[in-house]
Structures are given as C-alpha cells and as structure tokens.
C-alpha cells in the first residue's frame, strides 16, 4: 500500500501466490490509507488470515504506525512479544485486517489459471464475471505459464490447432459466512474476493478478460 500505507509487490506475492508484480508496481494499484485506519476495530470481526512472520517483515514501517496510532511505540511492543504473546498476536490479527481490507478493496481484475483452463474475472461493485477459456486435446500450450503474451497464447492456439472451448458466467458476491445464530448477511465483495485468491486467483490487469470477451462475439 502507498504511503500513507506502502507495501511492496513481494508482499502481495507472498500473500496470494504469485501475483502480477509488473501490474501492482505499474498502476498506482496500492491505495492511499488515513492515519486513523490503523486504529484497533473490534476483534469480533476478524476475517483474513493473520500475516506470517515473513510478510510481516515486508511492512514493517507500516506495523510501526499500526502500533504508534494505537499508543504503543516500539519499546511497549517488545515487552508485549515478551510477557503477553496472545496480545501480540492479537495486534498482528488486527493489522492484517487493515492490509487485506484495503488491498481487496481495489481489485478490479484477477485471474486463475492452470495448464488446460484459464478463468479470468471481472470484480465490479455487486457482481463478478467470469470469462473462461478450455483447452481440449494436445498443445504445446500451457496456460499456467503468466510469461506469455495474450496475443502468443493464442498463436500458439491457432498453430497447434487446438480445439477450445470458451464459457463464461457472472455471479452476484457471497456473504461472509453466516453468524452462529443463523442468521443471513450481506453480499460480502472483499471476502468473497479473498476466498477465490487463497484458492489461487491472482490479480491481473484485465487485458485477458477483456481478450476473452471480444472472443465471446
């Protein structure tokens, strides 16, 4: 996220698999965050994973402002880590809200692709869209590999003569999973966001969503 939250790609590779490095560096995609979104929310309201120790270490700055805009600076931090570890990972829950929350926030395009069936999805306010392609039979082709141009994927295609299958769909968001109690909620677009990229999605920037629909005639 920038400054006034900056994290850097390595990060959010780290956090969804491989995400597109070129397209978060290049697009101003990290957005702009006010001192006051540090401040602690409710613990009840927990839904993204904690960040490792490791993705930590990416965005420690911001940790540090996370923890000063919650009156505690550095030496009170240590001896937290030190004599009460369930705060301290309490802290670090609450800060990876503020990272993942802001991040999903902003994504416009992801894209899931394995050796024989790429998806791409466009995120839009109320709904996703989902364009896919399917390879059926023998290619050289493998749609895994992020390396290669859109328009090289598909000479490939048409060299090998590959026979493929489009399909497409589009979905309203999930809601956040269902209280104890029962009871029904919202559409929840960021987690939905989230479950589809713990399973692998990635962000993109859309250029094959966009291939795939002009395909759709």
């Known amino acids: ?47 993204y994973r904690p960040l490792r120790r490791d993705e930590l270490e990416e965005v420690q700055p911001q940790f540090i402002r996370f923890l000063a805009a919650n009156g505690l600076p550095g ?16 802290l670090i829950h609450e800060f990876s809200q503020v990272i993942f929350g ?14 024989k069936d790429l998806r791409t999805y466009r995120c839009g306010p109320d709904n996703i869209e989902m364009n896919g392609l399917r390879i059926e039979g023998d290619t050289r082709l493998d ?6 141009p859109p328009d090289q994927m598909m000479q490939q295609l048409r060299q090998d003569q590959a026979k493929v299958q489009l399909y497409s769909g589009q979905r309203a968001y999930r809601p956040y999973p269902a209280a104890t109690n029962g009871t029904s909620q919202a559409p929840d677009r960021s987690y939905d966001l989230y479950r589809l990229m713990e399973g ?18």
Request: net charge neutral; glycine share 4%.
């Open 75 to 90: 030496p009170d931090w240590e001896k937290i880590k030190a004599e009460d570890p369930p705060r301290a990972e309490q």
């Open 200 to 217: 692998g999605a990635l962000i993109s920037d859309g250029e094959l969503f966009q291939l795939l629909e002009g395909l759709k005639g």
């Open 102 to 115: 802001a991040t999903l926030e902003r994504i416009e395009y992801l894209i899931e692709r394995r050796p």
């Open 143 to 148: 749609l895994s590999d992020s390396s290669l």
């Open 1 to 47: 996220m920038k400054a006034m939250i900056k994290t850097s790609s390595k990060l959010i590779s780290s956090i969804f698999h491989k995400t597109n490095q070129n397209y978060c560096n290049s697009s101003g995609f990290w957005p702009n965050l006010p001192a006051n979104s540090f401040v602690l929310s409710s613990m009840s309201d927990l839904r």
